[in-house]
């Protein structure tokens, strides 16, 4: 029980100055994340220790093992997740931050600009053939790399060029993709247009079709119309009383024709 508390007590007296005053004097996020994490996972690990020696050994060892970690452990431990959390959030923002900076500067590019550098790197290279002077070897091969780095060869924008390329791919993709919409809708209005033509004609046709067969309705009605009015007019005009007297005197002679038949014809 004592090996114990002592190695607790060494542990607590190594860690201490890492966290109060190390720790807190480190200003970049990824070694503050970094730094507390390894200080988590020795304290967890000290923690599982301590737990297993109270799951294993003596009730009251195990307790005060127990106890006295989280004692002396508890504001370390605490110290460490406030640090990892404030270093999480910082990465965050710097990201976010960064995220940012990329599509500005994606949005912001001079490509109409000059790419030959102004500003120190050609005072420089001045100030080097000054002081490499006259008796400097190779000035033919200082000015080649005075051009290059200066970027009167043409490499910066071959490369802009080269960079552009991509951009200028899609964008004749993209025209051709319009390009081919534009000539399929002309298509397809065409072809509506079409058909929309041969529509109007068919319905044209049944219209013409239409107007005959009503005119030679017309015609018929007023043919049976007349029909009709003959057919009573011949009826008023052979059909009459003395009609009538003819069919009934036709009856009956009929009629006594038949009985003579009958009566001659048994006696031969």
Do not use: W
């Amino acid at each position: 029980m004592t090996a114990d508390s002592d190695s607790l007590v060494y542990t607590k007296q190594a860690l201490e100055p890492c966290v109060f005053q190390e720790l807190p004097l480190v200003k970049e996020p990824v070694l503050q994340k970094v730094l507390s994490a390894k200080l988590l996972a020795n304290l967890d690990i000290l923690r599982k220790s301590a737990v297993e020696s109270r799951i294993n050994g003596d009730d009251s060892h195990g307790k005060d093992m127990l106890s006295q970690f989280q004692n002396q452990f508890s504001g370390m431990s605490c110290t460490a997740s406030m640090v990892q959390h404030a270093s999480t959030l910082a990465l965050d923002a710097q990201y976010t931050q960064h995220q940012e900076a990329l599509k500005s500067s994606r949005l912001s590019v001079d490509f109409d600009k000059d790419a030959t550098p102004e500003g120190p790197l050609p005072a420089a290279l001045d100030q080097l053939e000054s002081k490499i002077g006259p008796s400097g070897r190779n000035d033919e091969n200082l000015t080649e790399l005075r051009n290059r780095l200066l970027g009167k060869n043409g490499d910066k924008p071959g490369l802009v060029s080269e960079s552009n390329s991509p951009m200028e791919k899609q964008m004749q993709v993209q025209n051709n993709i319009q390009e081919e919409l534009i000539s399929d809708m002309s298509q397809l209005v065409s072809g509506l247009k079409q058909g929309a033509e041969a529509f109007q004609a068919a319905l044209n046709d049944d219209s013409t079709v239409l107007k005959a067969t009503e005119i030679g309705l017309q015609a018929t009605s007023r043919s049976l119309h007349d029909l009709g009015g003959k057919l009573k007019r011949y009826h008023n005009s052979k059909v009459g009383l003395l009609f009538y007297l003819t069919c009934i005197l036709f009856m009956f002679v009929s009629l006594i024709i038949t009985y003579l038949i009958i009566k001659i014809f048994p006696k031969m």
